[in-house]
């Protein structure tokens, strides 16, 4: 028998389910649900949404861990800055010093998509001994980490150019926001058009759209800047790792699954069939499933 789905939550319920926190000079939006007695279950969320992406499976994850997801600078209910660099660097300095402040001193990393650049970051400053708690392990879902293996969306394209990224910032529009993101979707269902408001109203709000093209220069850092270093993070991971991923997804491909488990050491390759970008909300059951079969079996 499927566990049973709540009613999808508003931006306004999704805000009191939350707190805002002082982090580096920057008001981070924090969910922070679950037994304190258990394990700690960070979640990192993908570009260009939210927390709110969780919503779905944060009940069975919160019955067995502790879980903690915060929206990243720039997005969501998070602070919005115009001085503010919005490097994979700055956002790793952010949760860390988020989970510092929660008193974290050991945690399983969940992570999906743009999420997953901050894992590598975190995989790589692990490598060399620079990190202020213990990472158990980490679970990577569906993301284009692979820039020339990835298949970006055009408006990705036209973010990522600086010539074009001011345009396609003030271009971006609540349909045009929906139309791109059902196309990551491989069974849309009837519901995701309400999940995809509440999302939008989360990106637009407090100069969200014109954030989206700063925060878009992760693309920038994946491609070029950051490609050396996270791959050898990639490649020196010692701790165990779940790729986790939905099959029929058009932007972080097989491929780029398949590449992840044969270069990661300890890794554990589980897909999802016929789930596309967002398994976590196309497919909560299953996802949820996985996620705590792997990190249960955890030594």
């Not at 566990?3 to 002082?22: F, K, M, N, V």
């Not at 990577?140 to 345009?167: D, E």
């Not at 093209?213 to 020196?236: D, K």
Request: a positive charge; aromatic letters at 10%; glycine letters at 8%.
């Amino acid at each position: 028998m499927p566990r049973p789905i709540a009613a999808i939550p508003s931006l306004d319920a999704w805000l009191q389910r939350g707190t805002h926190r002082e982090q580096l000079g920057h008001r981070l939006f924090v969910l922070d649900v679950g037994p304190r007695t258990a394990p700690p279950l960070v979640l990192l969320h993908g570009f260009p949404s939210a927390s709110y992406d969780f919503w779905r499976v944060l009940p069975t994850l919160a019955r067995e861990r502790r879980v903690i997801v915060h929206d990243h600078p720039g997005l969501g209910l998070s602070a919005k800055p115009r001085a503010y660099g919005y490097s994979i660097v700055d956002q790793t300095a952010h949760a860390l010093a988020l989970w510092r402040q929660l008193g974290l001193t050991q945690v399983d990393v969940l992570a999906h998509d743009y999420g997953c650049s901050i894992a590598t970051e975190l995989m790589f400053r692990r490598a060399h001994r620079d990190l202020p708690l213990a990472v158990r392990s980490f679970t990577l879902v569906n993301s284009g980490l692979y820039y020339a293996m990835a298949g970006l969306r055009p408006v990705q394209h036209l973010l990522r150019l600086h010539c074009t990224r001011p345009l396609a910032s003030r271009l971006g529009a609540r349909w045009l926001y929906k139309r791109a993101m059902r196309q990551l979707w491989c069974t849309p269902g009837a519901e995701l058009d309400a999940e995809l408001d509440v999302l939008w109203q989360m990106t637009a709000r407090d100069g969200g759209k014109v954030a989206l093209g700063w925060v878009s220069e992760y693309l920038e850092e994946r491609r070029v800047l950051y490609t050396a270093r996270w791959n050898e993070g990639i490649r020196r991971l010692d701790a165990p790792a779940h790729v986790l991923w939905g099959d029929r997804d058009p932007v972080g491909v097989p491929a780029i699954a398949l590449r992840l488990h044969e270069e990661l050491p300890n890794a554990r390759l589980t897909w999802l069939p016929g789930v596309g970008h967002y398994p976590m909300l196309e497919a909560p059951e299953a996802f949820a499933d996985a996620a705590l079969h792997f990190l249960n079996g955890l030594a």
